[in-house]
């Protein structure tokens, strides 16, 4: 089944605008609950405004916590590259090593200090 382009157009639109299309509905809910039962519009709105005080507290604790997670990831990162380097320091080194080691031959003897010195 084709989705008819002024169907799919107006989905689009209410993506796009969805604060403002949910904030309408409500208002409107609000407004009709006032005139015809005023004990449920005043329920809809203590909900609305609960739930805007509610949603801008989370909204501050969800920043400090993504703030947090964004610093250890960083951190993470910079010992992660710290190690990697590292590690490349300790292999560079001991090839370095194993090349310079001198050869000693088992026949020759080596001289003795005197001891006038």
């Not at 909900?47 to 507290?57: E, F």
């Not at 001991?94 to 001198?102: A, C, D, G, K």
Request: net charge positive; aromatic share 4%; proline share 4%.
């Amino acid at each position: 089944m084709r989705i008819p382009k002024r169907v799919n157009a107006a989905w689009d639109w209410a993506e796009r605008h969805g604060r403002a299309l949910s904030a309408g509905t409500i208002l409107l809910i609000i407004t009709v609950g006032a005139l015809w039962l005023p004990a449920l519009g005043a329920l809809v709105a203590g909900m609305v405004v609960g739930g805007v005080l509610v949603h801008r507290r989370m909204r501050r604790r969800l920043g400090r916590l993504q703030a947090d997670n964004d610093q250890l990831l960083r951190q993470t990162g910079a010992l992660r590259h710290k190690i990697a380097l590292l590690e490349q320091g300790v292999r560079r080194e001991s090839s370095v090593t194993t090349q310079r080691l001198p050869f000693i031959p088992g026949s020759v003897e080596l001289p003795e200090a005197s001891e006038a010195d």
